[in-house]
């Protein structure tokens, strides 16, 4: 600790002690001789301070804080009660009464007004070294026992934020990945990032098409030129509160992370957080894109399919068509052949080769059309494959 300016005329009278310091003690008291005392008792081992009245003992704890108080109880303006009252207004350092009163009813005053302890006169030098020692040690382990626990629940909530923010995450992604379009998972973006606490805005870059969203509900015109601009920053980049991180298909920012200065480590940790929200959103766009693209072949497939039967059915009713006509068309041919016998003045044994001939032909076509039942097995097996191949829901 650097030697601090002087308080009073007396302090001039000792030099810096050529030791290490373990602390600094401010004496106040309104007799010269007494505070001379104490402070050539004390200079052995502790940086002192002297104050001859009450009010610049209090100007000299403001403007060089000390480890610790020696207070004479009776002094002229502020007494030492009135003294000790206003220093605990804004400090909890250890103050010592010096009283040559050994009254209970002065000794529970005095601790009424917030002393620390108390020593009667005449002091005993040995005694007011060995009590400022034990006071500015104590002093001294509780606040580092105090700083030990700000750090240790510092570090128990940094856990238990990065828990928190890991559930968070994990929950993101457990919703987003059945969203069915874009425009439900930049939903979901845009709610988690309201669940961490953040004011955010996203921008989807999806080919020709972009999809703004804002924690509010509508991004500004200004922040939507901001993420217009957002992928020529790199993946990362922050100005004082604002961060923006940017892949492929999206750019994340957000508006209000904490200040390093004040909080460093849920600001790191909030980063952390936002480039893996970035990340797995990036991901989950690609894979909306991919059940997209699989649906829509899927419904032409369904389609294809579709017309297929269709078309498929309509060849079997006009396949049994034909074989209708075929049928009919031979029966009429059979009939007028017949009926041109007596016009060609033919015997009975030329028609009856005629007849012979026509017959053979006639059973060879109703052969070939008595084919028909392996047509309906054909037809009936590519009907239930292509049932088969359907897709559900189409």
Known sequence: MAPPPSGSG???????????????????????SIRMLYRYTLASQFDVLTASSGEEALTL??????????LDLTMPGLDGHET????????????????SSTGLDEKLKAFDSGGSDIICKPVDTDLLLRKVQVAIQQHQAAQALSREKQDLH???????????????????????????????????????????????CALMHLG?????????????????????????????????????????HISLMTANLPDEAEDSQRAGML????????????????????????????????????DTEGLLTQLKRQQRTTQADVRILLQDMVDQIEQTYSQLDTTHA?????NLTMNAAIRQIQRRLSNDGNFDALFAQLMAKLGSHTPTGS
């Open 10 to 32: 007396e302090d001039l009278l000792f030099d810096t002690p050529g030791h290490d310091v373990t602390g600094r003690v401010l004496v106040v008291d309104d007799d010269s």
């Open 61 to 70: 704890c403001t403007a060089q804080p000390p480890d610790m108080v020696v």
């Open 84 to 99: 000790c009252r206003r220093l605990r207004s804004f400090t909890d350092i250890p103050i010592l009464f010096v009283t």
């Open 154 to 200: 510092k570090m128990a909530m940094g856990f238990l934020s990065s828990a928190s923010q890991n559930g968070v995450l994990l929950g993101f992604v457990k919703d987003s990945i059945t969203c069915q379009n874009h425009g439900a998972l930049m939903e979901r973006l845009m709610a988690t990032a309201r669940e961490l606490g953040l004011e955010s």
């Open 208 to 248: 020709d098409t972009q999809i703004v969203a804002a924690t509010r509900g509508v991004a500004t015109a200004l922040e939507a030129s901001i993420l217009q601009n957002a992928p020529t920053m790199g993946r990362q980049f922050q100005f004082k509160n604002r961060f923006v991180v940017n892949y492929e």
């Open 271 to 306: 980063r952390d957080t936002l480039t893996a929200l970035t990340e797995a959103t990036e991901a989950l766009v690609v894979n909306v894109s991919m059940r997209q693209t699989t649906q829509a072949q899927a419904q032409r497939l369904a389609q294809i399919l579709h």
């Open 350 to 354: 030329q028609e009856a080769a005629l």
